[in-house]
Structures are given as structure tokens and as C-alpha cells.
């Protein structure tokens, strides 16, 4: 059966990709350095508003102006970290129609006597994990999860959620941990069980911060100094999606709405915290949509600064409910990728860095978007359950060797950062092999695929 709430969704948008500009024009300013408008973001990211489809001429230009902006402000080195990726939960009943990661809440309850493929960690198992990877070299953790029910940000925050409960307001999105088979603590014991001997601990999405406030008057600047003082060291600028309410009242109605994603962002910074920020694109949204959420992105590093990187995403299509349903017939083209990419660089004056996300783009074309204005690539990630279990192909892991290896064959210097880009070592290609040496236990030992503790599950070759 067809599920209503899918095929009664308004794609008749507001917002469509109009701009009273020329090519021409619009690619002078964005070689000088110009600030450019929104009209001249889609004037780029269309290669001219007055012709159909991508002109492939104009497309090259476009990549050309960012591939040397990209060298302007940030040389040529391609960075990448150490990282291990742990999901706490799947529990998640938020019901985002681009995700396949999460599994509905009421599996997880006790007395549910079906199978599902869906996990909870407790904090001891999260710090286990850590704890094991500490000895590869990682020196980084970055966690995103589901909104478990159970998820609260403290004792006291359970305390009111109870309260909230027994008056019957079913908005909370929270049932107490005893009606769930395992309890993944309080997000405050997350961060504590993950920030492992000085690990840099990425986590706490605006979605997850504003489900450690719900039902309460806390402002996101005060759940993110709690977090902090447990051991979180900063914030993924997830959740973001497209940063425009009609595309979210598609996609994720369920998730907080634009303002609110900016609140959260300004309350991590507000808090010390850096951040990044996302963009998931290539499903129901068109170019004026992705250039607005570029848009409010400038404007929010503009007021705050605290933005390392951005980081582009696109929709892995395959077993997601938009797919499924028809509402959408796939993803990004190769040309959309690379546009996104470059107009980001050339729209984001106010961001230095740049991500080609392997994951969500293999190994080929993530070395393509290396050359149309991105300078990093990601990290070793060990693990990755959100692009899998979408349908993406691309593997969970990558070694320091395969990436000297691939960013040595686009002529460019490899170099190792810390999370924050304040830390960086370029790579001699020649003296391999070679491994992370910026983490707390990272003495420069290869992190060997055999080593790992999902070993010979993943499938880094699998794009190539
Ligand atoms: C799965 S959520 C986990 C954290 C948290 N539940 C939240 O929504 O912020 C993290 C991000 O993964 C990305 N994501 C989820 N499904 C995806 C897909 N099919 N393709 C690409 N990115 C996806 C979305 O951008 C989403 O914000
Ligand atoms: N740290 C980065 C990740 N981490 C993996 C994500 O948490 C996630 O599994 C997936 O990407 C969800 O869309 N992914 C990146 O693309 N870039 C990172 O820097
Ligand atoms: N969307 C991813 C990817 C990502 C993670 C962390 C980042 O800082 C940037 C991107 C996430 O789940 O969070
Ligand atoms: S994107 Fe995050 S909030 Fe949305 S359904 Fe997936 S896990 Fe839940």
C-alpha cells in the first residue's frame, strides 16, 4: 500500500531558479572575488539561467574559476583525519524521508519479539569502541544517531521529560529507559564515555541538541556548554538538509525548521564550540534551493566564524522511502556534483575549506572534485552506517596509504589535519608506509585493514 503521506507531497515550489543576470557576467565577478547574490549562485550553478539542461563549456569555466579560488585561499594540499565513526542508536522515529538508517522506536521496546537489524549502545559499549580504535591511531570520533526516546540530555532533563509524559503531551518524542531493551544513557554519558584520552570528540548534530532540549526552556548555547564540559570538543552542522522550509516540509517534516537549525549552530559556537555545516541535495529541491542554503550559511559564518569546513552531501538514493515511492527517480548527476562543489567554493568566500566526501562520492569522482574547488577529503572513518544502509557502494574505511597513494596520483600533497585544522602534516609520499601521528596513541603505525575491528566487511575497492 502507497503511503498517503508520501504521495500527497506539494513539490510545487515557491522557489525556482530565476536570475536577471548574465553568464558572462556573473563568472567575471566570481573570478575577481566578488561577493556574488543569490541570482548570481544560480546564474553558476545552472551555467545560465536563459539555456535547458548544462552547457558543458560554461560548466568548465565554472570548475576552472574554482579550482583557482580553491588554490588562492587554501594552496594546493588535499587534508584528510584519522576518524572512527560511532552511531549510538538507529532508534530514530522522526521519520526523514531521505533516511534509511533509522529503525522506528517501538523495536527496540521490551517484549517486542521480531527481528530488526537496528542497535543501541550503552555507554560502556560506546567507550569500548573508542577505546579499541585509540590503538589504530584515530583522533578523532565523530557520532550522529537517531533520536532515541529514551535520549535525554541529563538526570534533571529526565526528570521534566517524565513529568511531560504524565501529562499526556506526546509531542516530547520520550519514553523513559525501562520500556527499552538497552538503555543508551543520557547524552551527557555519551560524551563522557566517548571523549577518550583527549580524542576529538564531532557530535551532537543541531537535530540531536534540539532533542536534548525538548519540553524544556534551555537555550542551545547552555546544552552545548554542558556537553562541552563532558568532552564534546565540537559539532557536526548535519541535519541541515536543504536550509529552505518548503524543501524540509518535504523531506524531513518532522525535523526542526530553518531558523531553529541556525539557532542551534549559533548556540555551539556561542558555546565554543567549532562546527561544520552540510548540504544534502540532489532529490526533490532545485538550484535556487541549493544557492539559498548557501546563502544562509554565509550569513551565519558571518556573524559567527566558527564554521571549519563545508561539506556537501549527496542524496544516496537508493533505499530511501522518496525513492521507493517514486517521488524521486534518483540523485545527483555527475555535472550537478561538481557544480555543487564549485558554486559552494566560489559563493562561500567566508569559509575556508571545502569537503569531497568519498562516502558519498567513491574514490574517482571524490578525486574529480579535488580539481572543481575542494581541498579536503574526508577521513578514515572506520565504519559508516548511514550511506550503507541507503544503498551507497562505497565503503566504510580508507588507509592512510590508499589515500597518500590517490592524492599523490592527482599531483597534489597529502597532508594529515587534526579535526579543527589547526594541526597539519604533509606526507612524504615516498616514505611510506604510512600512518596517522596527530592522535593521543597515533606513533605513525599504518592503520591496517586486516587491524580493524569490522575487518574484511568493508568494501573500499568496490568503486574502482
Ligand atoms: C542520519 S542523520 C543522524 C543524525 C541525526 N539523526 C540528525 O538527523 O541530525 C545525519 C545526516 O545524514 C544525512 N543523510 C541521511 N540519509 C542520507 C542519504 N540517503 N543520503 C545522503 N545523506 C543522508 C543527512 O544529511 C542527515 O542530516
Ligand atoms: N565525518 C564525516 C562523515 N561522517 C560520516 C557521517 O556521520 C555519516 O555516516 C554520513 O556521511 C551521513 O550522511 N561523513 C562525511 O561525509 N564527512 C565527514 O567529514
Ligand atoms: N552527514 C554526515 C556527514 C558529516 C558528518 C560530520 C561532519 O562534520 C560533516 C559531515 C553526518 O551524519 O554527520
Ligand atoms: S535523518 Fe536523523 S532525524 Fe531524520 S530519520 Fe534519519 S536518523 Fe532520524
Known sequence: MTDPSVTDLDLDFDHVPESDQSFENVLEKARTGERLTVADGV???????????????????????????????????VTFVANLNNNVTTACNVGCLFCNFKDTA????????????GFTKTPDESRQIVTEALDFGIYEVCSVSGLHPAFALNEEHHEILRTGVDDGDRDLNYKPPEQYTTDPGTYVEQMDAMSVDGVHLHSMTPEEAY???????????????????????????TA???????????????????NDWVEAMEGAMAAGLDTTATIMYGHVENEMHRVMHLKVVRDLQDRTGGITEFVPLSFIHQNT??????????GASDDEDELMIAVARLFLDNVDHVQSSWVKYGNAKGLKLLNCGADDFMGTILSEEITKRAG?????????????????????????????????????????????????????????????????????????
Do not use: N
Open 43 to 77: 546564474e553558476l550553478i545552472t551555467t545560465g539561467t536563459d539555456r535547458e539542461g548544462i552547457d558543458q563549456r560554461r560548466k568548465e569555466l565554472v570548475l576552472e574559476a574554482a579550482d583557482r579560488r580553491r588554490a588562492e585561499v587554501v594552496g594546493d594540499e
Open 106 to 117: 517501538h523495536q527496540f521496546e521490551t517484549g517486542y519479539e521480531a527481528e530488526h537489524a
Open 211 to 237: 532533542h536534548a532540549k525538548r519540553g524544556t526552556d534551555w537555550s542551545y548555547e547552555s546544552v552545548y556548554r554542558e556537553l562541552r564540559e563532558a568532552g564534546l570538543a565540537s559539532a557536526p552542522g
Open 240 to 258: 541541515a538538509e536543504i536550509l529552505v522550509d518548503e524543501v524540509r516540509d518535504v523531506i524531513c517534516p518532522g525535523k526542526i525548521d530553518t
Open 321 to 330: 522511502p522518496l525513492f521507493e515511492h517514486g517521488v524521486v527517480d534518483g
Open 392 to 464: 551507497g557502494q562505497y565503503g566504510e574505511y580508507r588507509t592512510f596509504d590508499e589515500y597518500v597513494d590517490m592524492i599523490s596520483a592527482i599531483g597534489r600533497p597529502a597532508v594529515e589535519r587534526s579535526t579543527d585544522y589547526r594541526q597539519r602534516r604533509r606526507i612524504d609520499p615516498d616514505d611510506g608506509p604510512h600512518g596517522p601521528t596527530l592522535g593521543p596513541r597515533a606513533d605513525g603505525s599504518p592503520m591496517l585493514r586486516t587491524g580493524h575491528r569490522d575487518g574484511g566487511s568493508d568494501s573500499a575497492h568496490a568503486d574502482d
